[in-house]
């Protein structure tokens, strides 16, 4: 009889600790799901922050090449006459193409 009332208690024990076991896997790896869950929306946030910043910077570009911030540039810096009239077509001669090119060949080397 006395056998049989310690085998009943050390498997009891023995369940126990099983499920506390079980207890601690559960709670230990729902506080890591929820570190990794702030650190996602951090990471988030952050890419959210760069695209903006790529937004801003893409927009400041499309207004850098823009016809009207760039052409007088171009226009000063190659002796160009820009028409006053946006709709009128460019007309150049052969003579200003050529000096045209001259000039970009010896920017870019």
Known sequence: MKKSYKKN???TLVIFMIFGA???IVIITNIEMNRLTRTADDLK?????EQ???KQN?????KLISKEYLMPIVAKK????ESDDSIA????????????EEKINTISE
């Open 9 to 11: 208690i050390l498997i």
């Open 22 to 24: 079980v207890i601690y």
């Open 45 to 49: 946030s952050s890419i959210k922050i």
């Open 52 to 54: 903006s910043t790529v």
């Open 58 to 62: 893409r927009a400041v570009l499309d």
């Open 78 to 81: 190659f002796d160009l006459r």
């Open 89 to 100: 077509p460019l007309v150049i001669s052969a003579d200003e193409i050529k000096e045209l």
